[in-house]
């Protein structure tokens, strides 16, 4: 049974960083595209960035390009999302998915609070 568990969410000031990682069991790690999604209250989920499976191509969206990396270790089946120069804006609940554009398995979620 695949599993995601996310971990690193908690509460910061703006403009300091945070560290999210997601732990992968059950599922060939390496063999999937992976990605971190937000969703802030009352909005939809949005993709955040996204990373093949070799860790060689990644993508942001334009609201986090330049201030988020997302990487990962096959090694140890973990993928990271490093936020820096976080915004009020960021605040939301993060999740992460194996294969996110194919049959996409989601993790519970972590909670990103941004304040002022």
């Known amino acids: 049974q695949v599993q995601l568990v996310e971990s690193g969410g908690g509460l910061v000031q703006a403009g300091g960083s945070l560290r999210l990682s997601c732990a992968a069991s059950g599922r060939t790690f390496s063999s999937y595209a992976m990605g971190w999604f937000r969703q802030a209250p009352g909005k939809e989920r949005e993709l955040c960035a996204t990373i093949n499976w070799s860790g060689g191509i990644t993508s942001y969206a334009d609201s986090v390009k330049g201030r988020f990396t997302i990487s990962r270790d096959n090694a140890k089946n973990t993928v990271y999302l490093q936020m820096n120069s976080l915004k009020l804006e960021d605040t939301a609940v993060y999740f992460c998915?194996?294969?996110?554009?194919?049959?996409?398995?989601w993790g519970q979620g972590t909670q990103v609070t941004v304040s002022s």
């Open positions: 998915a194996s294969d996110p554009f194919g049959v996409t398995i």
